[in-house]
């Protein structure tokens, strides 16, 4: 996928310890930055959340998404949210909590997570080219129930830059279904928020623990230097 003229690989500074990755075979990966998420109107805001907590980490991601459109590298989005007809929404998940409005009830960015409305759609600064994949998703994790394995192998890809919202919830289940499919995956520790800034952190240090028994954890920096010194060294 990178440019003939860019480098190939690169060594990241991550805990628990530096991986090296094959740029030519790694995509990154931006889970769920949408309006309905990040916007006060959406589906986070009807559970109760504080939608701002999630800001933080929209510029961290700017910069790696730039950075990864660059170099060619294959640039993956998600999006959670479920069909008009709610034919692919379980009850449980509908019927769960106490939220202001539930999934399907109308919003003031249409309805709430279903696809094709306003809320369901990417904020427009991480807004995907036409030339980038986006993968709707029925569920937390990125694999389930959708396309995104079959676009990985079909690329070659090995090794995954995951970012986005929320860590505990989306981007750790994706890492973790991600791990059992055979995939080295970096989680970006700045490119990715929560309405919880405990669970956060906490999210980040599952990842890593044990020797890095889901993946690694690098800052936006460190990603973006790994890149930096591959280019000027090639």
Request: aromatic letters at 10%.
């Given at each position: 996928m990178l440019n003939s003229s860019k480098p190939t690989s690169g060594s990241i500074v991550a805990e628990p310890e530096p991986?090296?990755?094959?740029?030519?075979?790694?995509?990154?990966?931006?889970?769920?930055m949408q309006r309905d998420f990040m916007e006060p109107g959406g589906f986070g805001e009807t559970?109760?959340?504080?939608?701002?907590?999630?800001?933080?980490?929209?510029k961290p991601i700017a910069a790696v998404l730039a950075a990864a459109r660059d170099t060619g590298m294959l640039v993956v989005h998600t999006r959670e949210g479920h069909l008009p007809d709610l034919s692919d929404a379980p009850p449980a998940k509908v019927e769960r909590g106490a939220p202001s409005l539930r999934i399907g009830d109308?919003?003031?960015?249409?309805?709430?997570l279903i696809r094709g409305e306003a809320g369901h759609d990417i904020i427009p600064e991480l807004y995907p080219l036409d030339s980038e994949i986006v993968i709707d998703k029925p569920g937390k994790g990125a694999f389930y129930a959708t396309e995104l394995s079959d676009v990985l192998e079909k690329y070659g890809i090995e090794n995954l830059l995951v970012c986005g919202v929320t860590t505990e919830v989306c981007v750790n289940t994706t890492v973790r279904?991600?791990?059992?499919?055979?995939?080295?995956?970096?989680?970006?520790?700045?490119?990715c928020?929560?309405?919880?800034?405990?669970?956060?952190?906490?999210?980040?240090?599952?990842?890593?623990?044990?020797?890095?028994?889901?993946?690694?954890v690098a800052s936006s920096a460190a990603v973006l230097e790994a890149l930096k010194i591959s280019t000027t060294s090639a």
């Open positions: 991986i090296k990755v094959d740029w030519s075979t790694t995509a990154l990966v931006i889970i769920d559970l109760g959340n504080d939608v701002s907590q999630l800001a933080r980490a929209v109308p919003g003031p960015m249409g309805r709430i279904e991600a791990n059992d499919r055979g995939y080295r995956c970096v989680v970006i520790a700045d490119g928020a929560s309405y919880f800034p405990e669970f956060h952190e906490m999210g980040l240090k599952m990842i890593k623990a044990q020797g890095g028994i889901f993946g690694w």
